[in-house]
């Protein structure tokens, strides 16, 4: 549906990400909207206390599956550039893992792309995180929307 030439950024990284980095990529004197997602990690989960995330990543694939939400959110939406950053290693409380923007003519289609990137990068992107707790134990989460969950 996109009528609008755009460019996809992706990038996996150990970095900080920076909201203000994405949103300066996707900015575009023809796109009136940039809609952002910033997931972060919280200090608790089902009662217990969580110390920081770590993220591991099947990097060559999420990147062609990252590629294919782009690819997917055009056929869609009228959007101009997409970026999509995700954080591996580790990720302490109140930093962010993932970071989406996409920039579009008017907001909804913006929001709704943005909504659909979160969602599907949660169900198909090989990502997998660690949470680490104050009690110990740390455990390996999987997304429950990932579509090879049991």
């Known amino acids: 549906m996109s009528t609008v030439q755009g460019k996809d950024h992706i990038k996996l990284t150990t970095d900080q990400?920076?909201?203000?980095?994405?949103?300066?990529?996707?900015?575009?004197?023809?796109?009136?909207?940039?809609?952002?997602?910033?997931g972060t990690t919280r200090n608790n989960f089902a009662g217990k206390t969580v110390l920081r995330l770590e993220y591991e990543a099947y990097e060559a694939m999420a990147e062609t599956e990252?590629?294919?939400?782009?690819a997917q959110i055009r056929e869609r939406w009228e959007v101009e550039n997409i970026a999509v950053f995700h954080r591996l290693g580790c990720v302490p409380i109140t930093e962010s893992s993932v970071i989406i923007a996409?920039?579009?003519?008017?907001?909804?289609?913006?929001?709704?792309?943005?909504?659909?990137?979160?969602?599907?990068?949660?169900?198909?992107?090989?990502?997998?995180?660690?949470?680490?707790?104050?009690?110990?134990?740390?455990?390996?989460?999987?997304?429950?929307?990932?579509?090879?969950?049991?």
């Open 17 to 38: 990400l920076s909201v203000e980095e994405l949103t300066t990529l996707v900015t575009s004197p023809t796109s009136g909207a940039i809609s952002v997602f910033i």
């Open 66 to 70: 990252l590629r294919k939400i782009c």
């Open 102 to 150: 996409i920039s579009s003519p008017h907001r909804t289609a913006g929001l709704e792309a943005v909504r659909y990137a979160i969602d599907t990068l949660k169900a198909t992107v090989p990502i997998w995180k660690k949470e680490l707790y104050e009690e110990g134990n740390p455990t390996w989460k999987e997304n429950k929307e990932c579509s090879w969950s049991s």
